[in-house]
């Protein structure tokens, strides 16, 4: 593992995006704030500088290969530390968002840099941690960990355990290690009705859950599909679009 820190920098993800040539596989770029910070369907992510704003790069091969594993497993691993903190009614929203009950604590974007073939991946995590006050307009209402525990945490700590934990996973997806039933028993659509934008229309779905190889299974128009992630984006009922 490589590890880098900037005070400030416009995104984590755009440094890797344009130094990934000379940075090795696993390198990890964290930051206090960014003048940029870009979250999933050209949205701006927020963040008030008590935050864990980091991206990493992966080059090695046999994960990008696995690419569509990568977010949900970077979800997972940052659930399974955040249980350490004693934090309860955690769930993961598909594919790539952590929820304590309905609010938002984590967004995951996940980039990749194409030529020919994909040329590497990019994960930008950004996970509330101390912030208390969310001013600015959010879809989904969010939270951080300080609010839900009512105390503050040492960053660096939390850091840390974080980098590892998905470093073992990452290793254990490499080695086909079967995430699966952990995964299921944290789907938060499961069971809900959601707009989700299939094919450029905003259509209604039944979702039933996440299925085996970490796809979405839903209901559209009576038929069951299974959606893949960057095909649609999602919202729930309640949600502005
Ligand atoms: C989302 O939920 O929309 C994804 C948010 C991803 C935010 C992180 S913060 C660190 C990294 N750098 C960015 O510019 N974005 C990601």
């Not at 080695?175 to 699966?180: L, Q, V």
Request: some cysteine.
């Amino acid at each position: 593992m490589n590890f880098l820190y900037f005070d400030t920098i416009d995104s984590t993800n755009d440094y890797l995006k344009n130094n990934y040539n000379d940075l090795n596989d696993l390198t990890f770029v964290s930051c206090r704030t960014q003048t940029s910070g870009k979250g999933r369907s050209n949205r701006k992510w927020y963040s008030d500088g008590n935050n864990l704003l980091f991206s990493l790069l992966i080059k090695n091969k046999e994960l990008i290969s696995k690419y569509k594993d990568i977010s949900i497993i970077t979800a997972y691993s940052i659930i399974e530390v955040l249980k350490e903190y004693k934090l309860n009614n955690l769930y993961l929203k598909w594919p790539n968002d952590i929820y304590v009950g309905n609010k938002k604590i984590c967004g995951i974007l996940l980039e990749a840099i194409s030529k020919v073939e994909i040329e590497c991946l990019i994960v930008g995590v950004g996970l509330n941690i101390n912030q208390k006050i969310f001013n600015e307009d959010y879809i989904n209402e969010p939270t951080s960990i300080s609010l839900e525990l009512n105390k503050d945490l040492d960053i660096e700590i939390l850091k840390d355990k974080v980098y590892k934990q998905i470093e073992l996973n990452l290793k254990r997806i490499e080695n086909d290690y079967d995430f699966y039933s952990k995964i299921k028993e944290l789907d938060y659509l499961k069971n809900k009705e959601v707009y989700a934008f299939i094919n450029n229309q905003k259509q209604k779905v039944k979702v039933i859950g996440i299925d085996l190889d970490y796809s979405l299974k839903v209901i559209l128009d009576g038929n069951t599909i299974n959606l893949n992630s960057g095909e649609i984006s999602f919202h729930l009922e309640k949600e502005d679009i």
